[in-house]
């Protein structure tokens, strides 16, 4: 019969050498957006819903930035794009407003500033 060792440990020529299970990473969070920043964006998006430009949203949460999309209808590619990324907060800003084409529209630090290059103003026609 042969003997069976406990679980954690093994037997090499008499010594016993204990198995530890591996340390987990501890993963940085994800970038978000904080409650100021998604009043903004929801103010600017609920006026153009209520103006029938826009009609669904997404929100992303990745490792490096955060990505608000607005979408004419959903099985579309996203007509704007919103991005928080802090990495390039003390250069260029970290707030940007991005085109269907990847083309960065408006760049800064202040997202209400950044807003403005999608925020469109209400027109009134008198006949």
């Known amino acids: ?3 069976v060792d406990p679980p954690g440990s093994s037997q090499a020529g008499g ?4 198995v530890f299970p ?3 990473r501890i993963e940085p969070p994800a970038i978000s ?3 100021h920043e998604l009043r903004q964006i929801m103010n600017l998006y609920g006026r153009m ?6 009609r669904d949203y997404a929100i992303d949460f990745l ?5 608000f999309s607005i979408f004419r209808r959903s099985s579309e590619m996203p007509l704007y794009r919103i991005v928080k990324d802090p990495a390039l907060a003390r250069r260029q800003g970290a707030y940007a407003v991005l085109s269907p084409s990847g083309m960065i529209l408006k760049r800064g630090h202040e997202l209400a500033r950044v807003l ?4 469109k103003p209400v027109m009134m026609v008198v006949q």
């Open 1 to 3: 019969m042969s003997e």
């Open 15 to 18: 010594a016993e050498i204990a």
């Open 22 to 24: 591996t340390q987990r």
């Open 33 to 35: 957006f904080d409650r």
């Open 49 to 54: 819903v209520a103006h029938g430009e826009w």
């Open 63 to 67: 490792r490096d930035k955060a990505i």
């Open 116 to 119: 403005q290059a999608i925020d």
